[in-house]
Nanobody, 123 residues
Framework: QVQLVESGGGLVQPGGSLRLSCAAS????????MGWFRQAPGKERELVASITNRGVTNYADSVKGRFTISRDSAKNTAYLEMNSLNSEDTAVYYC?????????????????WGQGTQVTVST
């Protein structure tokens, strides 16, 4: 059973930094793209950043220059380095990944989500 496990959220003051991690585990698989989404109270879930298996990155305009997504393919882990945080960044952050999975005699590509980690930017 493939799952994504997130870590690194928490409370930080404005202007501070946090680093989120997302590790894929379980089963026999190949991770294609990975990404981070976030959802603030009363708002829709939005893409924050994504990275392909070739290392091509994409960012929401609101986080460009402040956030950096990276991945360690050997560890099937993605990271989100967040700097210059402000109150608008407060949200639950979700890891997302497209993974090719082999289950017995069946195989296919599926989308997986992490459980979410809270990031709160406040004094």
């Amino acid at each position: 059973q493939v799952q994504l496990v997130e870590s690194g959220g928490g409370l930080v003051q404005p202007g501070g930094s946090l680093r989120l991690s997302c590790a894929a585990s379980g089963g026999i698989f190949t991770v294609n793209h990975m990404g981070w989404f976030r959802q603030a109270p009363g708002k829709e879930r939005e893409l924050v950043a994504s990275i392909t298996n070739r290392g091509v990155t994409n960012y929401a305009d609101s986080v460009k220059g402040r956030f950096t997504i990276s991945r360690d393919s050997a560890k099937n882990t993605a990271y989100l380095e967040m700097n210059s945080l402000n109150s608008e960044d407060t949200a639950v952050y979700y890891c997302n990944a497209e993974i090719f999975v082999v289950l017995g005699d069946k195989a296919g590509t599926f989308e997986y989500w992490g459980q979410g980690t809270q990031v709160t930017v406040s004094t």
